[in-house]
């Protein structure tokens, strides 16, 4: 009783996100149940039992305990009835690697089949599908293995173009204990280092000392090559409960990364001193300002970093900003000669640009980093970084966003930053474009009307 009346309350939240976490309740109250059950010498249910054989799992919904219990050798795919792309169920099994299509509704439940196609990819499913089907999929499975083999082995070359413009590909990397995994998927630095974690994940503020030890074991892990650090970006969906922050009606527009670090000194210099202390150690660091808007807030924290530098006699290091209010895209050109480097962060550029939340699942539809207003933005940033002589990069989702490589090597970027499991895939498609053809392409998807418009010339070019 206890816990259904609790995945009720939550199953009743206006926020598809908090609603879905239902399932994760009742799945921890069933769990618990069975635990007490045994406990008194009664048999728990066992679970149902795969076949031998490699089978699609087809059912109403599965809690995440059973899917991250599901055999990878034994289960082939996943359906299900409900749940949605949210659900710790979908999200365990994209960590498994699992093909799966979530929330096909009931009517799935009424058709009976022997035999089924799952295409985690474009999210569909045929049943009883034709010889010719199968066989068609069986090829296709062929040539997508054959692919990732091939990403394998190439992982560990330098990102070039096919006609040898060099970009950097680096990981978005949190934590010195996950650099090793990202070395190892051909990451050539990390290009975003979110430091929010240290925060997010304790209950207290941590010290200076634990956040230099922090960046110190970065750099280590990293032997050498580029860490970009960002200052915390506290605000918007990132509360912290022990800052006591106020509450805000708005906060993806309120007191959010720079503009809270300019009025919390207490927050600014301990990090700043951390980040130097590490730099006086080992080479490779560059830090960057996140939700940066204005001139003056540039020069202000500019001013912070030359203050703290010059108290411990750190050396200089590589001051930039991340380019995600669309008023820094637009003033990029001014904003480029007080800069050392931009970094293009699409999630919240995309979000700013067409006044959609990023986290609004009711609205997903909407929020496209592939609409002509967000690449015209994207280019003038990487247009003005060029011609003030400075490195541009790109540390949000879309770097990873397979189908987006061609624009994003025709907008010249000098690094592109994702997370490490798409290391490999971006890598390869790289090698396979041209840099010159993709800033013809670009300049006609700059030109078009929408997203759509923006996809079907993708189509054009194959990576
Ligand atoms: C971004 O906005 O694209 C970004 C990389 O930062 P975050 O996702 O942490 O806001
Ligand atoms: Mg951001």
Same mark, same amino acid.
């Given at each position: 009783h206890a816990v259904e009346t609790l995945a009720d309350e939550l199953a009743s939240i206006d926020n598809q996100l908090l609603a879905a976490r239902a399932a994760d309740m009742r799945d921890v109250g069933r769990r618990v149940l069975s635990a007490l059950r045994e406990e008194e010498g009664e048999e728990s249910p066992s679970p149902a039992g795969t076949p031998d054989s490699p089978v699609v799992i087809v059912a109403e919904d599965l809690s995440p305990s059973d899917t991250a219990g599901l055999d990878r050798e034994r289960v082939a795919g996943l359906v299900t009835a409900l749940g949605g792309p949210t659900s710790h169920t979908a999200i365990i099994a994209r960590t498994l690697g699992l093909p799966a299509v979530v929330a096909l509704g009931r009517d799935l439940l009424d058709k009976p089949a022997s035999t089924a196609i799952v295409d985690g990819d474009t999210g569909r499913v045929w049943l009883d599908p034709t010889e010719e089907d199968l066989s068609a999929a069986r090829e296709r499975m062929r040539t997508l293995r054959e692919r990732e083999e091939a990403e394998r082995a190439a992982r560990m070359e330098p990102g070039k173009t096919a006609d040898g413009r060099i970009i950097a590909v680096a990981a978005n990397v949190? &934590?010195?204990?996950q650099v090793a995994e990202a070395i190892d998927m051909g990451?050539? =630095?990390? =290009?975003?280092? &979110?430091?929010e974690f240290l925060f997010l994940e304790r209950d207290t503020t941590p010290t200076e000392d634990e956040q230099y030890e922090i960046y110190r074991a970065m750099l280590s892990a990293l032997g050498g090559r580029p860490l970009i650090v960002r200052a915390l970006d506290i605000g918007g969906d990132k509360r912290v409960p022990h800052l006591n922050l106020p509450h805000e009606e708005n906060p993806f527009l309120g007191v959010r990364g720079v503009r809270l670090l300019l009025r919390r000194p207490e927050l600014l210099y301990p990090q700043v001193r951390a980040l130097y202390r590490a730099a006086r150690e080992g080479n490779g660091l560059s830090v960057m300002f996140p939700m940066v808007g204005t001139l003056e807030e540039i020069r202000r924290f500019r001013a912070v970093c030359e203050e703290v530098r010059a108290s411990l006699d750190a050396p200089r290091i590589p001051l930039g900003i991340m380019v995600e209010v669309p008023a820094a895209a637009l003033l990029a050109e001014e904003y480029a000669p007080e800069v050392d480097f931009f970094s293009i962060g699409t999630n919240d550029l995309t979000q700013y640009t067409l006044a959609v939340d990023r986290g609004n699942t009711k609205i997903s539809v909407l929020y496209d980093g592939l609409h002509p207003a967000v690449l015209r933005l994207m280019k003038m940033t990487c247009d003005a970084g060029r011609k003030a002589g400075i490195d541009v990069g790109i540390c949000g989702e879309m770097g990873g966003q397979l189908e987006a490589t061609p624009l994003l090597v025709g907008m010249g970027f000098n690094e592109i930053s994702i997370s490490g499991k798409m290391l490999p895939a971006v890598k390869y498609s790289i090698s396979r474009l041209n840099a010159k053809a993709c800033r013809e392409l670009l300049d006609k998807a700059i030109a078009a009307n929408d997203a759509d418009a923006v996809r079907k010339l993708l189509q054009e070019i194959k990576h």
């Amino acid at each position: 009783h206890a816990v259904e009346t609790l995945a009720d309350e939550l199953a009743s939240i206006d926020n598809q996100l908090l609603a879905a976490r239902a399932a994760d309740m009742r799945d921890v109250g069933r769990r618990v149940l069975s635990a007490l059950r045994e406990e008194e010498g009664e048999e728990s249910p066992s679970p149902a039992g795969t076949p031998d054989s490699p089978v699609v799992i087809v059912a109403e919904d599965l809690s995440p305990s059973d899917t991250a219990g599901l055999d990878r050798e034994r289960v082939a795919g996943l359906v299900t009835a409900l749940g949605g792309p949210t659900s710790h169920t979908a999200i365990i099994a994209r960590t498994l690697g699992l093909p799966a299509v979530v929330a096909l509704g009931r009517d799935l439940l009424d058709k009976p089949a022997s035999t089924a196609i799952v295409d985690g990819d474009t999210g569909r499913v045929w049943l009883d599908p034709t010889e010719e089907d199968l066989s068609a999929a069986r090829e296709r499975m062929r040539t997508l293995r054959e692919r990732e083999e091939a990403e394998r082995a190439a992982r560990m070359e330098p990102g070039k173009t096919a006609d040898g413009r060099i970009i950097a590909v680096a990981a978005n990397v949190n &934590r010195p204990s996950q650099v090793a995994e990202a070395i190892d998927m051909g990451c050539e =630095g990390v =290009g975003l280092m &979110r430091t929010e974690f240290l925060f997010l994940e304790r209950d207290t503020t941590p010290t200076e000392d634990e956040q230099y030890e922090i960046y110190r074991a970065m750099l280590s892990a990293l032997g050498g090559r580029p860490l970009i650090v960002r200052a915390l970006d506290i605000g918007g969906d990132k509360r912290v409960p022990h800052l006591n922050l106020p509450h805000e009606e708005n906060p993806f527009l309120g007191v959010r990364g720079v503009r809270l670090l300019l009025r919390r000194p207490e927050l600014l210099y301990p990090q700043v001193r951390a980040l130097y202390r590490a730099a006086r150690e080992g080479n490779g660091l560059s830090v960057m300002f996140p939700m940066v808007g204005t001139l003056e807030e540039i020069r202000r924290f500019r001013a912070v970093c030359e203050e703290v530098r010059a108290s411990l006699d750190a050396p200089r290091i590589p001051l930039g900003i991340m380019v995600e209010v669309p008023a820094a895209a637009l003033l990029a050109e001014e904003y480029a000669p007080e800069v050392d480097f931009f970094s293009i962060g699409t999630n919240d550029l995309t979000q700013y640009t067409l006044a959609v939340d990023r986290g609004n699942t009711k609205i997903s539809v909407l929020y496209d980093g592939l609409h002509p207003a967000v690449l015209r933005l994207m280019k003038m940033t990487c247009d003005a970084g060029r011609k003030a002589g400075i490195d541009v990069g790109i540390c949000g989702e879309m770097g990873g966003q397979l189908e987006a490589t061609p624009l994003l090597v025709g907008m010249g970027f000098n690094e592109i930053s994702i997370s490490g499991k798409m290391l490999p895939a971006v890598k390869y498609s790289i090698s396979r474009l041209n840099a010159k053809a993709c800033r013809e392409l670009l300049d006609k998807a700059i030109a078009a009307n929408d997203a759509d418009a923006v996809r079907k010339l993708l189509q054009e070019i194959k990576h």
